[in-house]
């Protein structure tokens, strides 16, 4: 195809704003897939992506359109994950396009958490082209949105296309924005291949599958391609487009978007962002700007039936086939016993996988506490990576500690800032600068890491009812006071439990902890002392008293069948408890006792 009648551009929106019903509808209006097969939101394939409203993969879609000058255009759509641990993927799909539709819901207005991705789109030198949605609702009001759109984001909205995706009013003056609007890619046939590796993922028929963008060069079947970051040589054995289904082509050149398989065993040998290009004649450069994602969130992942441990470990190495930013090795554990210490993108990616095992795989988990890898600095001058509170060295052998810190950008309306500034500082923040723009502030603050692995998003979402966006990257590693907080049940260390803390902030993390862990863990036959411990010295203590009588008393002798009854409910609540020396331990506790209110 020439590339003058080429387009690739993808849809940036807050969440809600109708970005999947938009697509299905331009899908749905070039015919590009038949009633029939048009599923609703046919961008969002798995279920909790569909759940959670989130996207996870980047998907793409090829929609072939007559415009009205007469020309056929190969439209490009590649659809984009919008939350803040997927910031690297969002980045590599937005330099594989040329534009971008941001979508704002006319009844709502610019909301938060669309700004960091249509800075997303700016920084990728987008050409943007604001669409009005919803505006069959009677409550729209576009002129609000349009000037609202131009005070806070500060691109021209005059033009701003007004649509309902659900009834389809503006779908053909998007259609024709997206071909008169955004721009030609550029690139040029004769050179050596550069292709930018956008996505990768494991198909159960055809292996890996590798989403590309060539930039230069034409891609070929049965071309010899070399990975630049790593070297490897790959025979391309199928190449193709989306349609959303796929549908093999000759060749892919310049500006265009498809996918190719070439043996390829794992996603894990493929990076995100990496360049494609021949194994012979080859570019010498690779485009720029490639980072592999690195897991920055650690936690154990243990089988609440010891004897799922094996169906565990399958299902863990399934989802890491498919999945190359995930990281798991085996960790044994004296509470819990066999298990996987796991690295994540952030908790969203965390929480995915961790649902994923439980529904797909029907196993049961206990999450450890999440965390972060600190730098311990032995006073023999040895450095240890410390992925696992359980594995910490002795106090005494120790120099210091350095935990790594961040620099988060919030945007958030003027009446909730007050409740923002007091959450970051309660994180132990340092403000770094505050500006206004229109009537929303924009807050940057160091943060450590550590202290918002936990719940800092769920808590700023909550404080800002959901109109806070949040942003943010690694900035380095800085010395602190912190120490390892043990939690013991029943006089017995629970390992899984135990966390870094600020030494200032342990004593009130300690008490919130064992309070809710009172409340948290049943009452047994016995008295249950619940401890936190700095070292050997007790920070925070709770009593958790004896039960009065068994439950199944108070039937003896009476009516068999309710005995049953409460019997059964008993051994399906055991089912999901954990034994610690004489103690039962819900699975619950141990993701809940770390939350904070
Ligand atoms: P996520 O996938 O959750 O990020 O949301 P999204 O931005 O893709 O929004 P989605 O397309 O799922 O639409 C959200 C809701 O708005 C759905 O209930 C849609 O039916 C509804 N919706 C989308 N477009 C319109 C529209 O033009 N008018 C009306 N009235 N409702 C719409």
């Known amino acids: 195809t020439e590339l003058s009648h080429i387009r690739n551009f993808s849809i940036v929106a807050h969440i809600d704003h109708g970005k999947s019903t938009l697509a299905d509808r331009l899908i749905q209006s070039t015919n590009t897939v038949s009633a029939r097969e048009m599923k609703a939101q046919l961008l969002d394939a798995m279920d909790i992506e569909r759940e959670r409203g989130i996207t996870i993969k980047a998907n793409t879609v090829r929609i072939e359109y007559k415009a009205d000058n007469g020309e056929v255009y190969i439209l490009n759509l590649i659809d984009t994950p919008g939350h803040v641990d997927f910031a690297y993927e969002v980045s590599r799909s937005m330099r594989a396009v040329e534009g971008s539709l941001l979508v704002v819901d006319s009844t709502q207005g610019v909301e938060a958490q669309t700004l960091a991705n249509v800075y997303q789109a700016i920084d990728a030198n987008h050409e943007i082209v604001p669409v009005l949605n919803k505006i069959d609702l009677p409550a729209a009001d576009c002129a609000r949105v349009a000037e609202q759109i131009e005070d806070v984001i500060g691109i021209d909205a005059s033009e701003a296309l007004q649509v309902s995706a659900k009834s389809g009013i503006g779908i053909h003056e998007t259609l024709e924005a997206i071909v008169h609007r955004l721009p030609a ?13 956008v996505d990768s993922w494991y198909d159960a028929y055809l292996g890996v599958v590798v989403l590309v963008r060539v930039m230069d060069g034409v891609l070929k079947k049965g071309d010899r391609v070399k990975m630049m970051q790593n070297g490897s040589i790959h025979l391309v054995d199928r190449i ?14 310049p500006g265009e978007i498809g996918f190719i398989t070439a043996q390829i065993k794992q996603v894990r040998d493929t990076r995100v962002g990496d360049t494609i290009t021949h194994e012979k004649k080859g570019a010498d450069k690779a485009l720029p700007g490639f980072k592999p994602s690195q897991p920055v969130v650690f936690c154990g992942l243990f089988p609440v039936d010891a004897a799922e441990f094996e169906d565990l470990r399958d299902a863990i190495e399934k989802l890491a086939l498919n999945d190359a930013s995930f990281s798991y090795e085996m960790e044994t554990s004296a509470a ?11 908790l969203l990616h965390l929480e995915v996988i961790r649902d994923r095992l439980e529904r797909e795989y029907d196993i049961d988990l206990i999450t450890t506490a999440p965390s972060v890898i600190y730098h311990i600095y032995m006073r023999d001058g040895t450095l240890v990576e410390l992925h696992n509170p359980a594995d910490m060295p002795d106090m005494t052998l120790i120099d210091h500690i350095e935990e790594p810190r961040i620099k988060a950008t919030i945007l958030v309306p003027d009446e909730y800032l007050g409740d923002v500034l007091k959450l970051c500082q309660d994180r132990r923040g340092i403000q ?7 009537s929303r502030a924009m807050v940057v603050y160091d943060l450590p890491l550590n202290e918002v692995v936990f719940d800092f998003y769920d808590r700023l979402k909550s404080v800002t ?10 900035m380095g590693y800085r010395e602190d006071a912190l120490v390892k907080m043990s939690i013991l049940v029943n006089d017995e260390p629970v390992d899984a439990l135990s966390m870094m803390v600020h030494r200032d902030r342990a004593e009130m993390r ?10 948290l863990i049943p009452r047994h036959m016995f008295k249950i002392p619940i401890q936190a411990a700095i070292g050997g010295k007790v920070i925070a203590r709770e009593t958790l008293s004896a039960m009065r009588k068994d439950v199944t008393a108070k039937c003896y002798g009476g009516d068999a069948t ?23 331990i819900p699975q619950e506790a141990f993701i809940n006792a770390l ?3």
């Open 432 to 438: 770094l600068d505050l500006t206004y723009a229109g």
């Open 595 to 597: 939350k904070m209110d």
């Open 562 to 584: 309710r005995k049953r009854k409460l019997l059964d409910k008993q051994k399906a609540g055991k089912k999901k408890m954990r034994q610690f020396g004489k103690v039962d």
């Open 465 to 474: 009812k959901g109109y806070a966006s949040f942003d943010y990257h690694l």
């Open 336 to 346: 819990l016993g066999f298990g996987f210490r796991c690295g994540f993108l952030g």
């Open 185 to 197: 890619p550029t690139g040029d046939a004769g050179k050596p291949l550069t292709a930018m590796l």
């Open 510 to 519: 300690g008490r919130a902890m064992v309070e809710k862990l009172k409340e």
């Open 240 to 253: 193709g487009v989306f349609r959303p289904a796929m549908q093999d082509v000759k060749e892919l050149g």
